[in-house]
């Protein structure tokens, strides 16, 4: 027989998923492509790195540099309104994860390039 006690002490020990998986981040805000701010400035006012399905593909060609482990969905402010937007650029999710939250909210810049050896085109930060 199992006492009150016992089922109580069992009670307590028994955890939630959320005590063992991160919560997903929500941000506020209407959806956004990122390349309709290419270029332009903005607000990052949050962000978070999540892990990427591409990163397990292969290289669409001999010499293409492997997919980039992670993407970011980032929050931000964009001609006075708030959007949600995710980018996956690997020049755009070293620059941003580099960055304290503590400094959040920054402005910055997002352009494309070219390399012009391989003629491949890429993002980088401003």
């Excluded at 063992?20 to 607000?43: A, P």
């Excluded at 962000?47 to 397990?56: E, T």
């Excluded at 482990?69 to 949600?84: A, G, N, P, S």
């Amino acid at each position: 027989m199992v006492k009150k006690a016992d089922q109580a002490a069992a009670a307590q020990e028994v955890k939630r998923l959320t005590d063992y998986v991160q919560q997903g981040q929500q941000f506020e805000g209407e959806k956004l492509q990122f390349e309709k701010v290419l270029g332009e400035d903005f607000f990052l006012k949050d962000f978070v790195a999540l892990p990427s399905k591409m990163a397990d593909k292969k290289p669409a060609a001999p010499g293409d540099p492997p997919a980039n482990k992670e993407f970011l969905v980032m929050q931000i402010e964009w001609r006075k309104k708030v959007y949600v937007t995710s980018c996956g650029a690997a020049q755009v999710v070293d620059a941003v994860k580099q960055l304290p939250k503590q400094y959040l909210p920054v402005a910055m810049r997002v352009v494309k390039d070219t390399n012009p050896t391989t003629k491949r085109m890429y993002y980088r930060v401003e």
